[in-house]
T-cell receptor, first 114, second 111 residues
Framework: NAGVTQTPKFQVLKTGQSMTLQCAQD?????MYWYRQDPGMGLRLIYY???????DKGEVPNGYNVSRLNKREFSLRLESAAPSQTSVYFC?????????????FGDGTRLSIL | GQQLNQSPQSMFIQEGEDVSMNCTSS?????WLWYKQEPGEGPVLLIA?????ELTSNGRLTAQFGITRKDSFLNISASIPSDVGIYFC???????????FGPGTSLSVIP
């Protein structure tokens, strides 16, 4: 029962480097999400995908791009990493198209930008 | 934009004590969700609420959808060490609104 799997778990980058965070879910969910978590700020939505082939911006999309590769996979790309992007990144998925449904989260990717 | 506030920000309690925390919004919500996050893991759903006034339990946890639809409450009875973690509320205004998350309440339980 993997649920939502994120890779890598940890990563250190230098300013200006690029990186792709991977996410896959095995629950046949339609919707997938990327959040960042910073101390004292809860979870902020970066991008989401309501269904395969569609993506939309969330609250904090600047500096990120996403790809919904298929129904299972949703990747997040940092083209030119900046120290302000140091954070813990969570991928989540939910079953139905409606966005108020409970989400299932991965265990996160801890990203440090030097 | 919409914002959620959670109080208290952190709690230190003795094992066996009951815990109460709440979440408030500046606007009306139709859905309230409560999640728990343990160190090094992602949030896990505890309770989902969809009707004003709804009271739902999950073991020692009880959550309520406030009657004004601008708040929600989570109670934990007889706390145990494994209750340690950060508790997040989340909510949305309509079924087509994205869920937003509160900043969390950090709970520490002293054995």
């Amino acid at each position: 029962n993997a649920g939502v799997t994120q890779t890598p778990k940890f990563q250190v980058l230098k300013t200006g480097q690029s990186m792709t965070l991977q996410c896959a879910q095995d629950m046949n969910h339609n919707s997938m999400y990327w959040y960042r978590q910073d101390p004292g700020m809860g979870l902020r939505l970066i991008y989401y995908s309501a269904s395969e082939g569609t993506t939309d911006k969330g609250e904090v999309p600047n500096g990120y791009n996403v790809s919904r590769l298929n129904k299972r996979e949703f990747s997040l790309r940092l083209e030119s990493a900046a120290p302000s992007q140091t954070s813990v990144y969570f991928c989540a998925s939910s079953e139905l198209g409606r966005d108020n449904q409970p989400q299932h989260f991965g265990d996160g990717t801890r990203l440090s930008i030097l | 934009g919409q914002q959620l506030n959670q109080s208290p920000q952190s709690m230190f309690i003795q094992e066996g004590e009951d815990v109460s925390m709440n979440c408030t919004s500046s606007s009306i919500f139709n859905t309230w969700l409560w999640y728990k996050q343990e160190p090094g893991e992602g949030p896990v759903l505890l309770i989902a609420l969809y009707k004003a006034g709804e009271l739902t339990s999950n073991g020692r946890l009880t959550a309520q959808f406030g009657i004004t639809r601008k708040d929600s409450f989570l109670n934990i009875s007889a706390s145990i060490p494994s209750d340690v973690g950060i508790y997040f509320c989340a909510g949305s205004g309509t079924s087509y609104d994205k869920v937003i998350f509160g900043p969390g309440t950090s709970l520490s339980v002293i054995p």
